[in-house]
């Protein structure tokens, strides 16, 4: 513990230093590589795995039934194809609702079929049906265009705030990385993915926008006036800046990792497949991935878009 | 003095804490005694709680098909519809090639369904001729109550059916009163079923149609605008010309540029007319909602439509006639109770990782901060009940409704929450280690740190009111928590952790840096300060290093500071000679 403090007291006053601006080849390295691979490693695996909330898929309806448990219904559609899980629903006094992904006409009646005898009914009482996406084409389209809207506001205000655009230029680098990593991620699961996935996603932009905004903050106060500085760099000030709050980094990574790790445990090992499970996942890496990029690319991004302006570059 | 005048602004900052706090319990208290939707249990999602489905057939005419674009326009309209009535995280779906699933919490109401199904056509027609609304034949009186007498003037006598002498010049002309209209006028009885459901009426020729209550009818001119040229609609009560605002509710439209352009042209052309055809009429589906008469021309674009509307109703219409029509009528086929997908077990397991995920923050800040963790703890809490009643009120006033999802969004919540302190902390830390005492340093790192938590919640606000605004479905769910607890957190900071960490840095425990404190200013002076621009360099650093890292601490001055220093040193340098 205390050597934790003293090694936050010797960031903060330069005696350790960790070279983050000046690696920043390596750093660019690592993460070209790692964004080809989330890009191409799913496009080999075939895409990504979206849910029926996505693609609709097929409908059952049961009526007559005296149990409505779900367990039942959840058993006889696995007991024909175990990969799909199903989303059961009681409906009124004596009825069933089972959705599933898309199935061809032969799992299909194989399903009706054994639906029927799972609740000991005349397979007429089971009917299907097609439903389609629940998450349609128009709730994208409207999701992308807020997120571009979203995306020109943020960088205005942060061009603002930090009297430069290259900061905002800088923070929307380190935000496709994040995203890009965690999607190809995703895909190279084969985790379905459905709108919980996504909402978790879209929480990853907000975290990762605001991480780098808290050092940037750091960066813009200790580069203020280093123009008229004999001796320090642009690029080791802004060095200075992500070391004095790495470990407020590490804290604030920690403590938002914590528990959504509690989620992801429950989750996945508790209650098997679910809402939690997936937004969990998409959170855990975006998050670790969020701090990493603040850092590791978002900083290097800027010190590269800037130590070549001329009122930099003269008192070298 | 200014040490007692801390002590009371931070006071001042708790008490309005506690005000909102309570404000918000006292709302919710008294709601709770006069509105049963009001409860301090937030209400639960489709997910967790279960609902209604409604399954909607569309509704057609011999012939007609419904195509699946058709479909597709109908699922995004009442999805929005939908969305408008509250953060509800409702499910619009297709079933097979006809039907559409709505699956909504809760039980539907009589305007919940009307919001849902009908296909909301709004046309201005001019009114040409009308009358009470049972046939004129007729004597008897019964279904010839008093007109809406804030509306339509008395029903006029019908004139004598004559065989147009011109074929009609403009929508208010007369001569399109053709004999088979005037006879399907007469022949008319509003008590009586007159229209198909989901009819659709030809535009340029004129309608026999009933007002929504029954009591008058009308025969209008052709369309003049259309409900597609509305570009928002909102609902409100209306002002008296002294300013005071009435009990009448009413619906504001405002048009686009072409219904801008049409209304102006057919006001100029009605206000001169005679009664009733100065009038203008406004038919939703077929009957007519209002007809009030001409009283200026209007150029601005803007229109206030009244009727027997109350607050429910105005609002169904104003988000009906926002979202634009449906491409066709639909009927409820259907109308049950479904269960949650979710079971109680999810939801529970759900709560339970938000409290191991708590309970791991708290070690892990008791860890790093020591006594620290007692405002991170009690921040968390206050920050927590305000979340919950939060939640509560906005799940009573703006129907909001909480998911899985969002229950995800609240845990998450916690890290973001905390981040706040965290940033403060560390420059409480970072203050004390320049060689500052804790009081001085607290107030010095508040400065700093509040510029990065409002710069930072800026960005979080930002994404959450731009997505709220600009989607639907579970993203607009998913931004109303992200708003909700960025608001919570900028509350709970301004109000709770600073004012808190003002007062305990006048406690001995704190000040005298207590090794428990958090703010152990041994361990945190080792760094090498002593001061401002001062330096003490440590035995142990090389030459090389130190060096260096009087260069770093030169360059923390500021150009002032830095000038002061290069004077002193040169006053030193003179007094030594």
Known sequence: MSKFKDFGNDLYSGRVSIDVVGRRKLWYGIAIVLVIIAIVAPVARGGFNFGIEFRGGSEFRIDGVGDTSQQVARDAVQSVDPETQPIVTSVGVDSVRIQTEQLNDVTTEEIRIALANAYGLPSGSVTSSFIGANWGADVTSKAINGLIVFLILVSVLMAFYFRTFKMSIAALAALAHDVVITAGIYALTGFEVTPAAVIGLLTILGYSLYDTVVVFDKVRENTLGVEFSEDTTFASQVNLAVNQTLVRSINTSVVAILPVAAILFIGAFVLGVGTLRDIALALFIGMIVGTYSSIFIASPVYVHLRENEPRFKTKK | ?577
Request: glycine share 8%.
């Open chain 2, 1 to 577: 003095m200014a040490a007692s005048s801390t002590v009371k602004s931070a006071r001042k900052s708790l008490i309005w804490l506690l005000v909102i706090i309570f404000g918000l319990a006292g709302l919710i208290g008294f709601g709770s005694t006069t509105d049963e939707n009001a409860s301090f249990t937030p209400k639960l999602a489709l997910d967790l709680q279960g609902g209604t489905q409604i399954i909607l057939s569309p509704l057609l005419l011999d012939g007609q098909a419904v195509t699946t674009e058709q479909l597709d326009q109908a699922v995004s309209i009442i999805r929005q519809r939908v969305d408008a009535s509250g953060v509800s995280e409702s499910q619009v779906i297709t079933q097979g090639d006809t039907n559409i699933i709505v699956s909504i919490p809760g039980i539907p109401d009589e305007n919940t369904l009307a919001l849902i199904k009908a296909s909301a056509k709004l046309e201005f027609r001019p009114v040409l001729i009308t009358s009470a609304g049972t046939p004129s034949a007729e004597v008897d009186g019964a279904g010839t109550s008093d007109p809406d007498a804030t509306e339509s003037p008395a029903p006029e006598e019908t004139p004598a059916a004559e065989e147009p002498t011109a074929s009609p010049t403009d929508g208010s002309d007369l001569n399109w009163i053709t004999p088979e209209i005037q006879k399907e006028f007469d022949d008319l009885d509003c008590a009586s079923v007159f229209r198909e459901p989901g009819q659709i009426d030809d535009p340029a020729v004129p309608l026999v149609t009933c007002d929504v209550n029954g009591f008058s009818k009308f025969i209008l001119g052709p369309v003049e605008v259309d409900g597609a040229n509305i570009s928002d609609a909102s609902n409100g009560t209306v002002t008296s010309s002294t300013g005071a605002s009435t009990n009448t509710w009413a619906v504001n439209l405002e048009f686009d540029e072409v219904g801008t352009e049409g209304f102006s042209t057919v006001t100029q052309r009605l206000f001169p007319l005679e009664q009733p055809r100065n009038q203008f009429a406004i038919t939703l589906d077929g009957f007519v909602i209002t007809a009030p008469t001409t009283q200026a021309v209007i150029t601005n674009g803007s229109a206030q439509i009244t009727g027997s509307f109350d607050r429910d109703s105005s609002k169904v219409l104003a988000d009906q006639l926002k979202y634009g029509s449906l491409p066709i009528g639909f009927e409820v086929q259907s109308q049950e109770n479904i269960s949650a997908t979710l079971g109680q077990d999810q939801l529970t397991s759900g709560l339970l990782a938000g409290l191991i995920g708590l309970i791991l923050v708290v070690i892990y800040s008791a860890f790093q901060y020591r006594g620290l963790a007692i405002v991170t703890v009690g921040s968390l809490l206050v920050a927590a009940v305000l979340v919950y009643l939060l939640i509560a009120f906005l799940s009573w006033r703006q129907g909001y409704r909480l998911s899985m999802a969002g229950v995800a969004g609240l845990i998450v919540a916690i890290g973001i929450t905390v981040d706040s302190f965290i940033v403060y902390f560390e420059r409480v830390r970072d203050e004390i280690r320049e060689g500052r005492n804790l009081e001085v340093a607290v107030e010095n790192a508040w400065k700093r740190s509040i510029r990065t938590i409002l710069a930072s919640d800026a960005v979080s606000f930002t994404a959450a009111a731009t997505l709220f605004l600009l989607t639907v479905g579970n993203v607009r769910g998913f931004a109303f928590t992200l708003g909700l607890t960025t608001i919570v957190d900028l509350i709970v900071v301004f109000l709770f952790t600073h004012p808190l960490l003002r007062l305990l840095a006048r406690t001995k425990f704190f000040s005298s840096g207590n090794p428990w404190s958090g703010f152990d200013s041994k361990a945190l002076k080792a760094s090498g300060y002593v001061g401002r621009g001062q330096f003490r360099v440590a035995p142990t650093l090389s030459q090389g290093k130190a060096l260096k890292v009087s260069k770093e601490a030169a360059t923390r001055q500021t150009i002032a500071e830095r000038k002061a220093q290069a004077a002193l040193e040169e006053a030193d340098k003179s007094g030594g000679n």
